[in-house]
């Protein structure tokens, strides 16, 4: 019997802002900056990054990125540009992300999920 290591994928992301201040309001675009990266000692397949954005007041050029294979050890990072739409109301916006390796199509491997606002 062939023993496969598998990956362990994990995520971070930074909000970069072009122009005055921190807050991201109507009107403003800024990028989403992703890191993917595999901490497992088996390399991550076909790596794909999905955006989904329930709030029609963010547009997003991309919302699906093949990574993809990671090594064990490997970082990729991707980045996202994203506008607020100016006649939004809203004061925070939410961003869903979810990543998976191929391995889970197979019905093994990695998938996460992660929310955040701005």
Known sequence: MNVVAPP???YSYRILKAGKG?????????????????NGSGVAQGVILNLLC???????????????DI???SEIKK???????SKSKRRRYYIQIKTYSYQIRKG???????????
């Open 22 to 38: 921190r807050e991201i309001n109507p009107g403003d675009g800024a990028t989403l900056q992703m890191s993917v990266k595999n």
């Open 108 to 118: 093994k491997g990695i998938c996460f999920f992660c929310s955040f606002s701005c």
């Open 79 to 85: 980045e996202i540009p994203f506008s607020v739409d």
């Open 54 to 68: 329930e709030n029609s007041d963010i547009k997003m050029e991309k919302v699906s990125l093949n990574l993809g």
């Open 71 to 73: 090594s064990p050890g």
């Open 8 to 10: 362990s994928l994990s």
